[in-house]
């Protein structure tokens, strides 16, 4: 963590940097920002990850898609919590689409230890 990011900017430093990476698709700079024994769920608690093994093998596969993109539609920043409201351009099993998200990521240590994610309904676009 740099000296210079204190205050809430410290928190939502590694959220926004593995947004950015997550957009990217870029694998190693998106794992640089999660903890060894970091945990995913879907919300409220339903694990779904465990560890670096287990949330990268999850997100090679998602980086696969052609047409992946998160927008950030608000963020709030309580404590060591970030909370996105995310609306995700995805390619689902039957088609492209989107899907609008609720994710909140604990920080711990420049690093994300917990996320948890609460999905909406996938729309699919019209063929």
């Known amino acids: 963590m740099h000296s210079e990011h204190t205050g809430s900017g410290a928190i939502e430093y590694p959220v926004q940097k593995q947004l950015e990476a997550y957009n990217a698709r870029d694998i190693d700079a ?10 995913c769920f879907l919300f409220p608690s339903q694990l779904i990850a465990q560890g670096t093994l287990e949330i990268r093998a999850r997100y090679v596969a998602r980086f696969e898609e052609p ?12 404590g060591n919590l970030v909370i996105d409201h995310e609306h ?22 420049g690093k994300i230890v917990k996320a948890w994610f609460k999905m909406g ?7």
């Open 30 to 39: 998106f794992m640089e920002w999660w903890a060894e024994d970091c945990q």
């Open 67 to 78: 047409n992946l993109h998160a927008e950030i539609l608000a963020r709030m920043i309580v």
């Open 88 to 109: 995700i351009t995805r390619t689902f099993p039957n088609g492209p689409g989107e899907i609008d998200t609720i994710a909140m990521y604990e920080i711990d240590d």
């Open 121 to 127: 309904e996938p729309r699919l676009h019209s063929r």
